[in-house]
């Protein structure tokens, strides 16, 4: 392993031992000085081991000067003597990993023999912290009060401002007063050059709200017509953060691992971005929707409108709705068709999980790359009439599109499990009419290791573009066309009264929790139209840093110390 740089190093107290501490541009580590010299520096990769522990630069949230009154009596008494020959300390608040994908602020105090060495350490710390130039300082939140079991505004000041606070970030706190309040405020009013990211505090429909403004603004500030299914949208340059705090955190747990707040706060502080792909919904030349997770017609949609139905029951509502739309097994019949992502390097059943650092999504391919354009071209072809979009007309028991795996407690592996985040695509999932058993059989394994798409009535296809119309016409909805149809309260965007006007041979389509008005839709991947602040799901041990151990070596020539 290549040899870190030490940018200082000293002898400190950390509890009653003394310690050897060492910073470099990555690493801040630490090693009880007898027990090394005894037992050598057998460093495992893992950021904490008996001997030798370590803290990467990146993951540090703050330094500060430690005060008299809050070191711990208890280290006083025990170590007397060494406190008085250390009567100084700084403080390090850094992430720690708990397991689960969850993430704690933990923090160290090193005692030091005088002020001046207490000082040289905090500024040398400081002085690296302010090299992450990745680092948000200025925040807007929102908060929807009413979220979840209505802990959104509890949340936010008890786990997360006291953290946003120690991190030294600002943050414009709105409670939301209305339903899509937030959104409007983003769309219209929001001074947005003064921020480095948004935050939401609330579930996935307070996070669409943020989407839909967001994307609403950079598309208007740079003169995009949204309605226009062709145009190129402009990726938001502000990163979005989630504080988990609805009765559904899907995009959290997908993007972070877990429906934790501390993990989401955390993840902002240290400046996390991770990119996502989102898809547009149209009808004719009218933008429907945004999409980032889930577009389902036939069962999702089914099982959603009865659910919005049944909302007083709760949570339950959609264990009741799903037996009750399974029991019912309708199937619709129509048209659909799609543009193949031939240019990308994974494929829905090849096993190959999004995770942190994905190979997939870094590969996307950009303008600048042949085979990206030959899709391209193959779409003008099609709209000639030639070949380049594969046309499927039938009978269906549910058409899904997964721009993410979908993956939450209820469904661990998710809809597709291969589906990546940001690789430009969504994996659209057909499944034919088929045995309410064959049916409930293919449900099943999306609770299981088996793969859900290995059934002769399921086809799955990784896409960039696709279109469906239902085989009759639909009646002409009496709603409102715009791009976002009027809600109020927690009602879904179009009512059940919408649905209800369409014969009973047309579904609804599920946008992500809500009612989309229309059966016929066009739908776009919008490659990385937005960075969320986080990193994706990380493997269990990729914890894994620059070994600590490299910076005990001696140095060729002496490091700054500040013995
Ligand atoms: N102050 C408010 N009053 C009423 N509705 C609001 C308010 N602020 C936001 N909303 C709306 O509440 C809806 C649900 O919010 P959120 O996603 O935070 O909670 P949730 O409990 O996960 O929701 P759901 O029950 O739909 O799963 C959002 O669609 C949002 O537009």
């Not at 040899?3 to 310690?19: A, D, E, N, T």
């Not at 409102?480 to 047309?506: I, Q, V």
Request: hydrophobic fraction near 30%; glycine fraction near 6%.
């Amino acid at each position: 392993m290549e040899k870190q740089q030490r940018l200082l190093s000293s002898k400190l107290f950390q509890k009653s031992r003394q310690v050897e501490v060492a910073l470099s541009r990555s690493v801040l580590a630490w090693r009880e000085v007898e027990k090394s010299r005894k037992r050598g520096s057998g460093f495992s990769n893992s950021s904490e081991t008996a001997r030798s522990h370590g803290v990467q630069v990146c993951e540090i949230l703050s330094v500060h000067k430690t005060e008299e009154d809050h070191r711990s009596t208890r280290s006083k008494n025990r170590g007397n003597q060494h406190f008085l020959q250390y009567p100084h300390a700084f403080t390090v608040s850094y992430v720690r990993r708990t397991g689960q994908h969850q993430w704690r602020c933990s923090d160290i105090t090193f005692h030091c023999a005088s002020q001046g060495v207490c000082d040289q350490w905090i500024e040398a710390i400081n002085e690296q912290l302010s090299l992450l130039t990745n680092r948000p300082k200025s925040l807007l939140v929102y908060i929807n009060p009413y979220g979840g079991k209505r802990r959104g505004k509890r949340i936010y000041e008890q786990k997360v401002a006291p953290l946003f606070r120690r991190a030294c970030i600002s943050a414009d706190v709105i409670v939301t007063e209305y339903a899509n309040h937030a959104r409007d405020h983003l769309k219209t009013e929001a001074n947005l050059d003064k921020y480095d990211g948004v935050v939401c505090v609330g579930g996935d429909g307070m996070f669409s709200e943020i989407l839909h403004g967001l994307v609403a603004r950079t598309q208007a500030d740079h003169g995009v017509d949204q309605n226009q299914p062709d145009a190129e949208l402009v990726p938001c340059f502000l990163r979005i953060g989630i504080i988990p705090a609805g009765s559904t955190d899907c995009i959290c747990f997908a993007t972070i691992g877990t429906s934790d707040p501390v993990s989401s706060a955390l993840h902002i502080i240290v400046g996390d971005s991770q990119p996502m792909d989102v898809c547009s919904v149209h009808h004719d030349d009218i933008l429907l929707r945004y999409s980032v997770s889930l577009l389902g017609y036939g069962f999702y949609g089914d099982v959603l409108t009865d659910s919005e139905r049944k909302r007083w029951l709760g949570p339950a509502r959609y264990d009741l709705s799903g037996v009750k739309t399974f029991l019912s097994h309708n199937y619709y019949e129509g048209t659909v068709s799609f543009l193949p992502a031939e240019d990308t390097m994974g494929h829905p059943r090849d096993k190959l999980r999004c995770r942190s650092g994905c190979r997939v999504c870094q590969h996307k391919p950009s303008s600048e790359d042949g085979e990206w354009e030959m899709s391209e071209e193959k779409e003008k072809f099609t709209k000639d009439g030639s070949s380049g979009w594969s046309v499927i007309h039938g009978k269906f028991i549910a058409i899904n599109a997964a721009n993410m795996s979908c993956a939450c407690p209820r469904s661990p592996k998710g809809l597709s499990p291969s589906a990546h985040l940001a690789d430009g695509t969504a994996d659209l999932i057909i499944v034919r009419k088929c045995s309410r058993l064959d049916f409930f059989r293919h449900l099943l394994r999306h609770t299981n290791k088996d793969d859900q798409f290995d059934h002769p009535f399921v086809e799955v296809h990784r896409v960039r573009k696709f279109r469906f119309q239902p085989r009759h016409q639909e009646l002409v909805s009496l709603e409102d066309l715009s791009e976002t149809p009027k809600k109020t309260g927690f009602s879904p965007m179009c009512t059940a009264r919408t649905t209800c006007s369409y014969s009973a041979s047309h579904s609804s389509w599920n946008c992500d929790g809500e009612i989309l008005p229309h059966a016929a839709i066009q739908v776009s991947v919008q490659c990385q139209l937005i960075r969320l602040f986080a990193r994706g799901i990380e493997e269990q041990q990729q914890c894994v840093f620059e070994d600590p151990c490299t910076l005990w070596a001696p140095e060729p020539s002496k490091p700054h110390s500040a013995d």
